[in-house]
């Protein structure tokens, strides 16, 4: 005779790594109806009372976010924060002239 387990049962019993530190944590939101055309264009008009909708009003808006969140992490002991991200290095070499001898 077999007793039926459930999924968190058996997980709960057999657990062999537990992490209670977290190295990097993106942030990423998912909002289904954003997705779409009709959405955003909702977003905008609707939700922000914008007449058009337009990719020139997001960027002030990504930039108040990243800015908020650098408000947050400045000066708070968070492990990480300052590390330059991945792309820097690249756009340095992007930025380089053109009549440089590199290519």
Do not use: C
């Not at 790594?17 to 905008?44: A, C, K, S, T």
Request: glycine share 6%; charged share 20%; aromatic share 6%.
């Amino acid at each position: 005779m077999s007793i039926t387990r459930n999924v968190a049962t058996i997980l709960k019993e057999h657990v062999a790594l537990e992490v209670e530190g977290i190295d990097r944590m993106y942030l990423n939101v998912y909002v289904p109806r954003l997705q779409w055309e009709q959405g955003v264009v909702g977003f905008f008009q609707n939700h922000l009372g914008q007449p058009v909708a337009s990719s020139a009003l997001m960027a002030p808006r990504t930039q108040a976010l990243v800015t908020a969140i650098e408000r947050f992490v400045k000066g708070r002991s968070i492990p990480g924060a300052s590390r330059p991200r991945s792309t820097d290095g690249s756009r340095r070499l992007n930025s380089s002239p053109k009549n440089s001898s590199v290519r």
